[in-house]
């Protein structure tokens, strides 16, 4: 799946592998149900709470949709999204994103474009920094699960500079609390992901 859209499967799983420690059933049905009966009639106004084990949110996939079709890549690999802010494009994406296939596609299109937009050049064709792909790995894996876990804002950065997302990189802000309070335990992100990298590669 994730091999033919040129991402490598270990950066994927360790990406979204923090958000696989999160997930509760019994909370994803609760919020599951919110979405649509909310989203679906009103839109990210109404609803916007992450669902399924890949914790998306209905405004990321909106995001990452439009940003696809934008992109010129959607004839390339034949995968079309109806952008139209309705009901039945909102249904069909909550249907989406309760299917864990299609929640690889969304991860898998997120990377896609993160690696596009962090490229070595600007638009003009100009080298402007040694892009995403050309870092050590883990420092790939680690910039891309702190883009993942801070939303779809990453996405369509202008070919902008890494070191905003180096910064974020170093933040705790991941917990594994229901209802997070002042004394909740936070974590890195990245620091998570990048550990799972190493478990299953050895790298």
């Known amino acids: 799946m994730w091999e033919q859209f040129g991402v490598q499967?270990?950066?994927?799983?360790?990406?979204?592998?923090?958000?696989?420690?999160?997930?509760?059933?019994?909370q994803d049905k609760m919020e599951t149900g919110a979405v649509k009966s909310l989203y679906v009639t009103k839109g990210t106004g109404g609803c916007d709470f992450s669902i399924g084990r890949f914790q998306m949110k209905p405004s990321f996939a909106e995001t990452l949709e439009k940003r696809w079709m934008r992109s010129g890549l959607a004839r390339q690999y034949n995968l079309y999204f109806d952008t139209k802010d309705n009901e039945t494009a909102r249904r069909i994406r909550i249907s989406r994103l309760e299917d864990e296939e299609w929640q690889c596609v969304y991860l898998a299109v997120f990377l896609k474009m993160l690696y596009l937009d962090y490229g070595s050049f600007d638009k003009n064709?100009?080298?402007?920094?040694?892009?995403?792909?050309?870092?050590?790995?883990?420092?790939?894996?680690?910039?891309?699960?702190?883009?993942?876990?801070?939303?779809?804002?990453?996405?369509n950065a202008g070919y902008g500079p890494l070191e905003e997302l180096r910064e974020r990189s170093r933040e705790k802000q991941f917990h594994t609390a229901i209802i997070p309070n002042k004394n909740t335990k936070r974590y890195v992100y990245g620091d998570i992901a990048v550990r799972h990298f190493r478990e299953i590669t050895g790298k």
């Not at 270990?10 to 696989?20: G, H, R």
């Not at 100009?126 to 792909?133: I, K, Y």
Request: glycine letters at 6%; hydrophobic letters at 35%.
């Open 9 to 26: 499967p270990e950066v994927a799983e360790s990406v979204i592998f923090p958000e696989l420690i999160r997930y509760s059933i019994f």
């Open 125 to 155: 064709g100009e080298h402007t920094q040694d892009g995403l792909d050309t870092l050590p790995i883990r420092e790939q894996v680690r910039l891309t699960a702190t883009a993942y876990n801070r939303g779809c804002r990453w996405v």
